[in-house]
């Protein structure tokens, strides 16, 4: 409708509206959550034997 009457500020107001909508002005910043649980796991996988992998893979597959 804007656009019929040709008024270019209500066009850019109804996109910054549409924009709020789907979050594109986010005015939180991103949450950072560090977790060594990853780490841990990657160092018990590292200390395992090759035939240890082995039967873990195989295990995982059959899950």
Not at 22 to 35: I, L, R
């Amino acid at each position: 409708m804007a656009k019929l009457m040709e008024n270019p500020a209500a066009m850019i107001a109804s996109m910054r509206q549409i924009a709020l909508i789907f979050g594109y002005f986010n005015q939180e910043p991103p949450k950072v959550v560090v977790d060594l649980r990853g780490e841990v796991e990657m160092d018990r996988l590292q200390r395992l034997s090759d035939s240890e992998l082995i039967a873990l893979i195989a295990v995982g597959n059959e899950a």
